[in-house]
């Protein structure tokens, strides 16, 4: 599901009421330059039992550091982003997030 203006601004709200370092947790530095996915994420639960992907997911926001390019993950119903669709993940530049 690609993010549209309002998806954005409800990560952005809600990661300025949340205690989240700008610090990147592998590089070591403080930097505003974490960049916003362009869209959710889904991962798929693993089924032992079947050895397989099983149809339960669970959407995600990420956050990737400017800098080395680490992923934060945040779970999009958490943060209040409703899955609307599913399309395919999205390769275009990751903008930056003022936060």
């Not at 700008?22 to 079947?50: H, L, V």
């Not at 390019?69 to 609307?84: A, D, E, F, N, Q």
């Amino acid at each position: 599901m690609d993010f549209d203006d309002d998806d954005k601004r409800v990560f952005l709200d809600w990661l300025a009421t949340q205690d989240v370092s700008q610090r990147c947790e592998s590089c070591n530095t403080q930097t505003t330059r974490w960049r916003m996915g362009q869209n959710i994420i889904q991962f798929a639960a693993f089924e032992p039992t079947t050895k397989g992907v099983s149809g339960r997911t669970m959407p995600m926001a990420y956050l990737v550091c400017g800098k080395c390019g680490h992923v934060r993950l945040y779970s999009s119903r958490k943060i209040g982003i409703p899955v609307k669709r599913q399309s395919g993940l999205s390769s275009d530049a990751l903008p930056d997030v003022i936060w």
